[in-house]
């Protein structure tokens, strides 16, 4: 089965599988069932036996998974394998948090790059990164041979930013505007909108 074959609603579930496993190695954990981690995820333990079938056999039954070793292939299965480097574009509220969250390089990125276009912003610091003229932006992702981008600009500039960066080679774009992005097939987007999930929460609330 090659990877255009598997259901994307499948990849999606992998990086929550991973996650539990890592958190079951923290605690000094060496094996597990899908039982086990279909309780810690509210998944039954049915799906994740038939999602992980559809990568190979992980695991023997009446004997459950090996931790480290399941781990491991889902990190190379999903290509973490290495560490992507990330540029962020945008350094507002949103582009600032990001720059500072610890949490990517322990989960396979890192972020090595970020832009604006706010005479006011460009040349000074954001933790460790120069934030730099989005005028270069392109041709610096291009040469730094960067892949994964995070979008936290307004609207009205998302879709003109979106073509310079897939121009550059981005494959992989994090949006966190709150606009639907046109893209080619080629390159995948994931869309970050907290006051859509506010709303959709909302519905619940008395």
């Known amino acids: 089965m090659t990877k255009q074959d598997i259901p994307d609603i499948v990849v999606g579930r992998l990086p929550f599988y991973l996650r539990s496993l890592q958190r079951m190695q923290q605690e000094g954990q060496q094996v597990t069932s899908s039982q086990e981690l279909g309780a810690r995820l509210g998944v039954s333990a049915a799906q994740i036996r038939k999602d ?6 992980f695991g023997k039954q009446g004997t459950g998974y090996n ?20 540029a962020i574009i ?36 954001i933790g460790t990164l120069v ?18 981008a995070m979008l936290a600009v307004p609207a009205d500039h998302a879709q003109e930013v979106t073509d310079l960066l897939i121009e550059a080679g981005v494959k992989a ?12 097939e080629s390159v ?19």
């Open 52 to 57: 992980l079938s559809q990568f190979g056999e």
């Open 67 to 86: 931790i480290q070793f399941l781990s491991n292939q889902l990190r190379k299965i999903l290509n973490l394998d290495q560490v992507w480097d990330m």
């Open 90 to 125: 945008g350094a507002g509220d949103v582009g600032n948090a990001l720059a500072h969250y610890s949490g990517f390089r322990n989960r396979g990125f890192q972020c090595t790059m970020i832009f604006d276009n706010t005479a006011e912003k460009i040349g000074g610091m």
């Open 131 to 148: 934030v730099k003229d989005v005028a270069y932006m392109a041709d610096e992702i291009q040469a730094a041979g960067i892949k994964v």
């Open 173 to 184: 774009i994090l949006n966190y505007a709150p606009i639907q992005l046109s893209v080619p």
């Open 188 to 206: 995948r987007v994931e869309n970050i909108d907290p006051a859509t999930h506010l709303q959709r929460m909302s519905y619940y609330l008395k």
